[in-house]
């Protein structure tokens, strides 16, 4: 069987020995990963992406070495017969025409089949979440165990639509080579600048305008004092109004009525300071400007910045990916079990290990377990040995939390990514609810504890006080702080580690 006198070249054979050699890859890899299920995370990236560009580059050396060839030939270089002509009657051209014709069919079949699948496997978690194990570690590490651990991440990422997945392959590339070449930074900023308006992708999932009703949290913390006194508090968290029929037009998700807007200029990129609000009530036009009165924005800044319109992610910034600081993941942990409470000062300890900077896992570990024996060896000599087992257990408990929230090689920790919900270890809500945003008219936007939830029962096992439902107790600091917690914020003491 003979081919066009110009195929007959270098470039071309090697173009046709790797095109064929990734093929038959493909064919073996392929068959590996359906029917033996081996090859791990890596086998996606291979079988729809490396060997399939081998095959393309393979396939396009043909043709190019074909080009040379035939100049070569032209310009008198090289002498042969004949210039190009296809005879069908000749058996060599026939042959020529057939390989090509089938080889071009087989290969479009492929290409459309790869394309599909490559489609499927970018869109993976496994793609995004482990393909650059350390660099999304923290990402998807938190992420199983957030409520969306079923919502695959480029539902949130990406979004739907052709140009949203064009765009992400885009920049994608681009996170390759920072990959490949140790350029990515660490932590991952965020704010996301080129996150998706939440309106095209948690909207696709949640109605805005659903209802939800009043929730009930129950949030159990562990003092830290030699008996790591429990300290519960359960409290009503006012998200819509008091009654269904009124939907949103009060309470917390007030602020994602279709009836209202509100926009905002931070000073600061991670969006921590808001130092501007507006309200608008779109029904009937009136608009409010809250501003700082401590610190606020001059004149020439507010016109040089465009606000942005707060939508879900100015409130649940960390849906999926949540890093809770130690005295939660702490807390979480004795309430588990996973750390014994009936180990006098556990917390306390455990808050003064978790206090230090850490570089890597292996040396957090390493000091989580050196530290906390050192503490009962030093302390409570006499019961290292009756409860050596209930260290060691709590030990690992410490180590498991920490692991789950806290990521030194990636420099992702609590400290790193604020959450917007709430107020005690990160401004949140008080941003702009801190009786300090003021309008022309006087009116404040509210730090009343009373505006966002009322607290139900509150106190130790053995004294807890309680109220019946529609009614609100007033807020008792765990410990005696005086009326401190009136008078500062909340984050001015929880931020820092006092233990
Ligand atoms: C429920 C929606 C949702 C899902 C699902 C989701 N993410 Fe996110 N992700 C977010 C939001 C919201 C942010 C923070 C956006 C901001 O503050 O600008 C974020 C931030 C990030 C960041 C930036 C660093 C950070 O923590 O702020 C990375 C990286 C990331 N996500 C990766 C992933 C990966 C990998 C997956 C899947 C394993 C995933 N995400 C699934 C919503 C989601
Ligand atoms: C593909 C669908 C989908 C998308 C997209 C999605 N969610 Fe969800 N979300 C869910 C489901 C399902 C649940 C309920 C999970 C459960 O409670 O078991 C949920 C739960 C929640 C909860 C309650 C969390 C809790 O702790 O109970 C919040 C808040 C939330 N989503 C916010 C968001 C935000 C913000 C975005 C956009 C960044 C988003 N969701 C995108 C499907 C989605
Ligand atoms: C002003 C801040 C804010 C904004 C804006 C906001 N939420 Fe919420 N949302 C909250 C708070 C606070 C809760 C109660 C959280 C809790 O108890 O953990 C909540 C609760 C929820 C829940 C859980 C309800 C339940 O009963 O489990 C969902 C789902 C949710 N929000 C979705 C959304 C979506 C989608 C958007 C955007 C369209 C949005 N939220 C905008 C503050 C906000
Ligand atoms: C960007 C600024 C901003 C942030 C951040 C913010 N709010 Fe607001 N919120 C406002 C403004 C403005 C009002 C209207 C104040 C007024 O005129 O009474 C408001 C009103 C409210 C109201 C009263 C709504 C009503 O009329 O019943 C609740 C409840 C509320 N916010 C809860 C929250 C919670 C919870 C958070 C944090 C998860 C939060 N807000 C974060 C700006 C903000
Ligand atoms: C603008 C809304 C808003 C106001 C005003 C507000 N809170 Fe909260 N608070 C929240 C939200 C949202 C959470 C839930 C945080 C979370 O989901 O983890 C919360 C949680 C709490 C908790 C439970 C925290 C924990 O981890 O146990 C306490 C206690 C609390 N608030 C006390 C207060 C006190 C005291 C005041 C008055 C000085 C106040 N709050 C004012 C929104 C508010
Ligand atoms: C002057 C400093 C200070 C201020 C301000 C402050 N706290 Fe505390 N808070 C503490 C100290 C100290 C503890 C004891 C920590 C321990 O024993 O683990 C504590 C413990 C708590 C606890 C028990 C949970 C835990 O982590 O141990 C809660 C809940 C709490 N504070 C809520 C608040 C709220 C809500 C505010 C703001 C309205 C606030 N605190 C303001 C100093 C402060």
Redesign the pocket.
Known sequence: MKLPESYYNRTSYIGTIIAAISLLLMLFVFIIATFFMAGGNYIGLLLYMVLPGLLVSGLLLIPIGMFFRRRRISSGEEIISHRVVIDLNNYKHRNAALVFGVGTLIFLILTSIGSYEAFHYTESNQFCGTLCHQVMDPEYVTYQTSAHARVKCVECHVGPGADFYAKSKLSGLYQVYAVLFNKYPRPIPTPISSLRP?RET??QC?W?EKF?PN?I?NERHYLADSANTQWDIIYR?K?GSSHSSQGISEG??W??NSKVKIEYIESTSDREIIPWVKYINLESGDTLIYQNTEEPLDEETIMASTPRT???I???NRPSHKYLAPQDYIDHAIAKGEISSDLPEIKTIAMQVLGEHFTSLDTALMNIKAKVNEFYNENYPELVEAKQELINHSIEGISSAFSHNEFPEMGANWDKYPNH?GHMEYNGCFRCHDNMHVADNGKTISRDCNLCHTILQQGTKDNMMAVAFSDSLEFKHPVDIDEAWKEYACTECHRQLFW
């Open positions: 939440a948690c909207e949640h805005p939800y929730r949290r968290m998200i917390i998700h602020h994602i707060m939508d879900c100015d409130c649940h919900i």
